[in-house]
């Protein structure tokens, strides 16, 4: 996989967290693109690290849905402030070269 692929996979990853934490209720396709985006990460054989940090994203990602749904307020902050913090492990994960 060449390497601007790469840098898409795990860009995407990271846009992914920031619409989680800056918008009210996460756009249609969000999930579908985090998806994406771990299926290239796989793909491209990205360290298991790399992966997991992403898939751990991905569940949050889905907690905040559920916290929305339910109107809990509280635990949407909570996941929200999670999210922050996954993202900001995810911006000095090194992007593979391999």
Known sequence: ???AQHSNAYMSVYQVVEELCSGDC???????????AID???RMQ???ADVTLAERISVAMHKL???IRS?????QEEIRAELQ????DWL?????RH
């Open 1 to 3: 996989m060449p390497i």
């Open 26 to 36: 996460p756009p249609a396709g969000l999930t579908g693109a985090m998806f994406s």
């Open 40 to 42: 290239d990460l796989r």
């Open 46 to 48: 990205a360290p298991r």
């Open 65 to 67: 849905e559920w916290a």
């Open 71 to 75: 109107g809990d307020a509280a635990v």
């Open 85 to 88: 913090a996954l993202g900001s």
């Open 92 to 96: 000095d994960t090194p992007i593979c």
